[in-house]
């Protein structure tokens, strides 16, 4: 069972998106993840040999709600909440990029493997403050 990462990092989510995995045939993963999924987040427009950073999602269901079964693939598409890994970047990079409407993808290694779009900032500028 997945223990949500609010009471793990002891603060709320950055933000949230929409995203969607790539199919195999579109270069995505052979199989979904499960919840726990340590992705690395890449922002739309950026150099790939700069600009990915260890921003995790933490998969919702249709209702919104933390997926709490870890053990079977999350949807292929929906929404996460984010989790900036490094304090610091919070300040340094993330509150000026981050806005409604931005896209990025889920990374791994150097590899797209999902769309996601901003849709919603929650604590980015709170955590930004009291966590950096």
């Known amino acids: ?38 992705s690395d987040f890449f922002y ?19 209702t919104g709600n933390i997926i709490l079964d870890d053990t079977t693939p999350v949807p292929l598409e929906g929404t996460a909440r984010m989790w900036i890994i490094f304090p610091e970047m919070r300040k340094r990079v993330h509150i000026n990029k981050l806005r409604n409407g931005v896209k990025g993808y ?9 769309t996601a779009e901003v849709i919603e900032i929650l ?6 403050e009291s966590l950096s």
């Open 1 to 38: 069972m997945w223990i949500p990462y609010t009471q793990i990092r002891k603060h709320e989510p950055d933000f949230r998106v929409r995203y969607k995995f790539f199919s195999k045939e579109e270069g995505g993963r052979k199989t979904l993840p499960r919840q726990g999924y340590r």
């Open 44 to 62: 739309d427009g950026d150099n790939l040999k700069d600009g990915i950073y260890m921003i995790h999602p933490e998969f919702e269901d249709a």
């Open 106 to 114: 889920f990374m791994e290694g150097s590899r797209k493997v999902a």
């Open 123 to 128: 604590e980015l500028h709170s955590n930004a």
